[in-house]
């Protein structure tokens, strides 16, 4: 069974940088979609950014540009690192995995389901 864990969150002033990780064990990460998930307080959970089982990627309208999701599967992990934070950024960020061969919520930028697989999360806040 897939397990995922997050590290990399924490408190960064506007206009600063984070980069989170996402390792895997458990199964080999190359069969999994994989995605980056937050939720701000009294807000919906959203798709930020997704990585398919090679390297095509979408990302949430509002973290184009300043956001970047890699992956790396020998080493079983994934990424997203972070620029320009603003204080909007702010939430607890999850990362998601499933063995579905399509999501497209990632491309609408509303998260419809279809996760199978999720860590724990991790708290961003951006804030001076």
């Known amino acids: 069974q897939l397990q995922l864990v997050e590290s990399g969150g924490g408190l960064v002033q506007p206009g600063g940088s984070l980069r989170l990780s996402c390792a895997a064990s458990?199964?080999?990460?190359?069969?999994?979609?994989m995605g980056w998930f937050r939720q701000a307080p009294g807000k919906e959970r959203e798709p930020v950014s997704c990585?398919?089982?090679?390297?095509?990627?979408t990302y949430l309208d509002s973290v184009k540009g300043r956001f970047t999701i890699s992956r790396d599967n020998a080493k079983n992990t994934m990424t997203l690192q972070m620029n320009d934070l603003k204080p909007e950024d702010t939430a607890i960020y999850s990362c998601?995995?499933?063995?579905?061969?399509?999501?497209?919520?990632?491309?609408?930028?509303?998260?419809?389901?279809?996760?199978?697989?999720w860590g724990q999360g991790i708290q961003v806040t951006v804030s001076l």
């Open positions: 990585i398919n089982r090679g390297t095509i990627t």
């Open positions: 458990g199964s080999a990460l190359e069969d999994y979609y």
């Open positions: 998601g995995a499933t063995q579905r061969t399509t999501l497209p919520m990632c491309a609408h930028g509303v998260y419809t389901g279809g996760i199978d697989n």
